[in-house]
């Protein structure tokens, strides 16, 4: 069986972007790419800082409720649904409940081919990524870095503190 589906679990900063896009050069054909940061970025407004919804605390952290969790199901299958039509995928998210995260994909990815992949960082590169960036919370680099990883398993890791993306993402593709 061909890989369908390539999941990138890492904390925020750690370079899964940047994968991502290095991927979509060096693998054969087109792959579509979906974030959970453009499934945030969709939601409505009200929805960002409510209880239902998604909050950001100032330390980094991150709490979500029930319409968020309703939400998200759908989106993810949602991209499961694409994959079966024949769509390749790549999936960047941030498993911030740890094993339940990749279960919750597991089972909507079932029956389909899927290539697990944990994007490690350092914490204290990652968070310097994070203030370069400008866009995120400060702390949720340092905050997620391990605990996104704490008892989920991998075919694959790789580790962006000093490797470029483009090596990242040709150590994935010789893995697809």
């Not at 499934?39 to 960002?48: E, G, H, I, N």
Request: proline share 2%; aromatic share 6%; hydrophobic share 45%.
């Amino acid at each position: 069986m061909t890989t369908q589906v390539i999941v990138l679990n890492g904390g925020s900063s750690s370079g899964k972007s940047g994968i991502v896009r290095c991927l979509q050069e060096v693998l054969p054909g087109p792959w579509l790419a979906f974030g959970v940061d453009s499934f945030v970025d969709a939601l409505p407004a009200k929805m960002q800082g409510s209880d239902g919804g998604i909050s950001f605390a100032a330390d980094g952290g991150v709490s979500v409720g029930a319409e968020f969790r309703a939400l998200d199901a759908a989106w993810t299958e949602g991209i499961a649904a694409m994959a079966r039509a024949g769509a390749r995928i790549i999936v960047d998210d941030v498993f911030l409940g740890g094993p339940h995260s990749r279960q919750r994909w597991q089972k909507a990815l079932d029956g389909l081919d899927v290539l697990w992949v944990g994007v490690r960082c350092d914490s204290a590169v990652a968070a310097g990524r994070e203030i370069a960036r400008g866009d995120r919370v400060r702390g949720m680099a340092a905050s997620q870095a391990h605990l996104v990883h704490e008892g989920v398993s991998y075919d694959l890791e790789v580790d962006t503190t000093h490797a470029e993306s483009l090596v990242c993402a040709r150590t994935i593709a010789a893995h697809v």
